[in-house]
């Protein structure tokens, strides 16, 4: 059986295509659009420019659907349509338009299925995951392999640059401003004494500042101290930046160093000292919620 599966993000529109052979998900096809739909929101509405690019993104895929023979397909939607003021109105007219029944998933729900999903493909003990995308982050604190609190954040890489930073080149100051932002929010939501030994990375934020250790500083291995150099040095120097990224994630010019700050940040506040890049996050979590993989715990 093959199941198609399309996240609605506010960077981009990705379809993953997945066949179930018993209990098992194997993807074999992935494919994406950079529709950038946190960028195309004013007064905190979804443009009609946004509407259109997410119907243009979504009718793009179709295509690929249909050659891969999927049986089914489910698309959900995460901070790209629900933090907006006219979710209603621009899902009706997305979904009027494509032909999709579009599924807005809460915050909560999105942080638990992440956790799912990661925690399918590899074993996470102790730690925080940490779900950066475009416009929004989710932290699952961890313990003994269980989710103990979930919080979602409004803030993610392409909102980050957007709100604090306009334009490129990022400036010290206001990747600081960003970072006390994301502070004041997580200290709202989570104990000063909540401490996580590795931060589990998931999304395009903690995949790119993986691929920047790895160009810059190949021998580090995901330590958060490094990570921070990093991040300072190429707020230093606009011209290795602009090579760095191009050659880690060029679709990611605008948003790499804010989302390496917001990864920076989290890890400072829970004292992570390590970053473990997950390969499983909530588009996993999701098919497997919805073909009823994930028990009980996942109704």
Same mark, same amino acid.
């Given at each position: ?52 690019? /997410? ?76 779900? !950066? ?90 330590? &958060? ?44 506040? &829970? ?15 999701? !098919? ?10 996942? /109704?």
């Amino acid at each position: 059986m093959k199941y198609a599966v399309i996240d609605i993000g506010s960077n981009t529109v990705r379809l993953c295509v997945y066949e179930q052979k018993g209990d098992k998900l194997s993807l074999i096809l992935n494919r994406r659009v950079m529709a950038l739909l946190g960028s195309k929101v004013v007064d905190g509405m979804l443009t009609q420019e946004g509407i259109t690019a /997410a119907c243009d993104a979504l009718l793009s895929l179709k295509d690929f659907i249909r050659k891969s023979k999927a049986q089914k397909t489910f698309v959900f939607a995460t901070a790209a349509l629900r933090n907006i003021a006219n979710t209603e109105a621009a899902v009706s007219e997305i979904q009027k338009k494509t032909g999709f029944f579009i599924d807005v998933l809460s915050g909560e729900d999105e942080a638990f299925l992440t956790f799912s999903g990661a925690a399918g493909e590899q074993d996470i003990y102790d730690g925080v995951i940490a779900d !950066i995308g475009g416009g929004s982050t989710e932290l699952v604190l961890i313990k003994e392999g269980k989710p103990v609190q979930t919080a979602s954040f409004p803030i993610g890489s392409l909102t980050a640059f957007v709100r604090f930073v306009g334009k490129r080149p990022a400036e010290r100051e206001q990747i600081m401003a960003l970072r006390q932002f994301v502070r004041k929010m997580i200290a709202e939501k989570f104990a000063k004494e909540t401490t996580a030994k590795v931060l589990y990375g998931i999304g395009g934020a903690a995949r790119t500042a993986h691929e920047l250790e790895k160009i810059l500083y190949p021998a580090s291995g995901g330590a &958060f101290k490094t990570l921070e150099t990093l991040l300072y040095r190429l707020l230093d120097d606009e011209p290795l930046a602009e090579k760095s990224i191009l050659q880690a994630s060029p679709e990611r010019l605008d948003t790499a160093l804010p989302g390496v700050a917001i990864l920076c940040e989290v890890a400072d506040i &829970f004292g992570c000292q390590n970053l473990d890049v997950c390969k499983a996050g909530v588009r996993e979590g999701y !098919i497997q919620k919805q073909i009823g993989l994930l028990g009980n715990e996942g /109704a």
